[in-house]
């Protein structure tokens, strides 16, 4: 396991809450416990443990800098459970992090499946759930614990078209005009081509080539195919990260070396340049966060992510990273301003609060459905074996090879 898992238990030492208002003594303040229900194994397991890296990182910032001062110097301490790919289990995990652990906060988890079956019981507890999901429906169920940091899924495939519309038009002159689109049978996978479509003419793509193929993709051929019989400028892929690495690396393999543009976080793997190497120039990808945004903040994250995890991989290529941060500097903002670590205090708290953050669009603050209503999303890349960031403009930190 990582090191920030084997440093939980050592964070701080836990003592006595008193009072309801979360009152506590100078002398023994006050451990409040967040919950991180997030994948840790599985298929979605690097970019779970990330989430908690991110909120690991702000957690011991915040406990370093006095804890949260409104509550006496109460410390932080994030307590992470594996939700597996398994809803149920995600579902069970997160009952014992609220009856069990006593947890106040939850954040998780990263898989948008995970998180739906997560915030059933983060509502019945009336816990607040904070998370770094895509999905749709997470903020179109009239719950009203629920937090979600990134944009709709469904703005991901027009923020597709419009990014590398621009991006190619300032590099080579004019914008993409022929695209495929290559789809696993994923829900997500499957709402991303729905818009693709739909949206295609509004940015003057026409779709050449349209396959859905069944996620866990062992043959990438029929994709290879059609892509050398009708030369797309651009190729839209969305499935789940190895049937991204497998079918990115057939088509560079034959020298078609358009740029791949993945749907949501899945470009966003250290996995991803490990395995793809040389192959994964110009796959692309839209994020919320990257190593190399020129944003106030954001060195501090890496400082803290190199301290943490002095093993890994250098500069990380996880958007969660930065999201798991963000939102621990979310969760020190209301529990500051609510003075108590009462859930349903802190509940109203989030839903009234705006607080700066190192992340495109600056601020963070919720609708009234729970979706962050600031969310500023960027497009990203691989460049010589580097994440990038590559578009809008005003956070480009290096050109893609196009």
């Not at 090191?3 to 023994?28: D, P």
């Not at 599985?42 to 800098?65: P, W």
């Not at 709709?152 to 022929?178: D, H, N, T, V």
């Amino acid at each position: 396991m990582s090191k920030f898992v084997t440093r939980l238990g050592v964070l701080v030492a836990a003592v006595t809450i008193a009072g309801a208002a979360g009152s506590v003594s100078a002398q023994q303040p006050a451990e409040i416990i967040i919950g991180a229900p997030n994948a840790m194994t599985g298929s979605f397991g690097e970019a779970g443990r990330r989430v908690v890296t991110g909120l690991q990182i702000a957690a011991e910032q915040i406990n370093k800098d006095g804890g949260i001062k409104s509550m006496g110097g109460a410390k932080l301490k994030v307590l992470p459970v594996d939700t597996g790919d398994n809803p149920t289990q995600a579902a069970s995990v997160t009952q014992r992090l609220i009856n069990e652990n006593k947890s106040r906060i939850l954040v998780g988890a990263n898989t948008s499946a995970m998180t739906l079956s997560v915030q059933i019981e983060a509502e019945r507890a009336e816990i607040p759930l904070l998370t770094t999901s895509y999905a749709d429906p997470i903020v179109q169920r009239g719950l009203k614990y629920t937090f979600k940091l990134p944009p709709q899924g469904s703005s991901l495939a027009e923020l597709q078209m419009a990014y590398i519309g621009e991006l190619m038009k300032e590099l080579k002159g004019q914008a993409p005009k022929r695209a495929a689109v290559f789809v696993g049978s994923d829900s997500a996978s499957q709402s991303l081509l729905k818009a693709t479509l739909d949206l295609a003419g509004k940015y003057g793509f026409e779709i050449v080539s349209q396959i859905s193929f069944q996620s866990g993709l062992t043959d990438p051929t029929q994709i290879v195919s059609a892509s050398l019989q009708n030369r797309p400028d651009v190729i839209f892929l969305s499935s789940f990260t190895s049937d991204v690495i497998l079918v990115t690396r057939a088509l560079r393999a034959v020298n078609i070396t358009v740029p791949v543009i993945t749907g949501g976080g899945g470009v966003s793997t250290d996995t991803i340049g490990a395995t793809l190497g040389k192959a994964s120039e110009n796959l692309m990808g839209i994020v919320c966060w990257n190593w190399d945004l020129p944003i106030d903040g954001v060195k501090q994250v890496l400082d803290g992510y190199k301290e943490l995890e002095p093993k890994a991989p250098f500069p990380p290529a996880s958007e969660t990273i930065g999201t798991g941060y963000t939102l621990g500097m979310v969760i020190r903002a209301a529990l500051e301003k609510a003075g108590t670590d009462d859930p349903k205090k802190v509940r109203e708290t989030l839903a009234s609060l705006e607080v700066a953050v190192p992340m495109p669009g600056g601020k963070i603050a919720f609708a009234e459905n729970g979706q962050n209503k600031f969310i500023q999303p960027i497009m990203v890349g691989w460049i010589d074996g580097q994440l990038r960031t590559v578009w809008p403009k005003q956070y480009q930190a290096a050109k893609p090879k196009l």
